[in-house]
């Protein structure tokens, strides 16, 4: 559960600091934002498998 948040935050903090260096384009703002949405699914999902093979939820 830890992790889950830690990658959240870290994840929060990578899209803010991304969308204020392509400030002024849209669509580049746009494909980050897709980008790192689905980086951001496929990490908890490795993180949700690791949890789930140590017996943690």
């Known amino acids: 559960m830890t992790a889950k948040i ?8 990578v899209l803010i600091g991304v969308n204020k260096l392509l ?4 669509w580049a703002q ?3 934002t897709f980008v790192l949405a689905g980086a951001y699914a496929l990490l908890i999902d490795k993180v949700n498998k690791h949890a789930v093979q ?4």
């Open 30 to 32: 746009y494909v980050a």
């Open 6 to 13: 830690v990658v959240t935050l870290v994840w929060v903090a």
């Open 54 to 57: 140590e017996g943690r939820h």
């Open 23 to 26: 400030d002024g384009t849209d």
